[in-house]
């Protein structure tokens, strides 16, 4: 198999993830090409463009926010570490949910 190939075609294809718009929000898709998927996954490209588009959905959090945006330095660093406890909080009550 060739990497370069399946590169190529992941990017002529739209293979990737994409966003879907419907009324409910945006759902990250994959394109229909299990194979190429399978090459990307096998190389971490795959993970890779997952993670990307968690990132861009925090980030759209903040965009999506006129009032957040306009926030002053201290503003925001207090709002970020609310937030980032607000994470950590979550992420044990999932972690917890999971355990039983």
């Not at 190529?8 to 293979?15: G, K, L, N, R, V």
């Not at 966003?19 to 994959?30: E, F, I, P």
């Not at 959090?61 to 607000?86: C, G, H, K, N, P």
């Amino acid at each position: 198999m060739n990497w370069d190939d399946i590169i190529i075609d992941a990017a002529a294809s739209d293979t990737g993830l994409r966003r879907s718009n419907n009324q409910d929000g945006h759902t990250a898709v994959r394109a229909p090409n299990p194979e190429v998927w399978r090459g990307l996954d096998k190389i971490g490209i795959g993970k890779l463009l997952v993670h990307s588009a968690r990132e861009r959905e925090f980030a759209n959090i903040y965009r999506a926010d006129d009032e957040a945006r306009s926030l002053s330095d201290e503003e925001f660093v207090e709002v970020l570490a609310f937030t980032q406890a607000a994470f950590a909080m979550a992420m044990q009550f999932r972690a917890r949910s999971e355990a039983g």
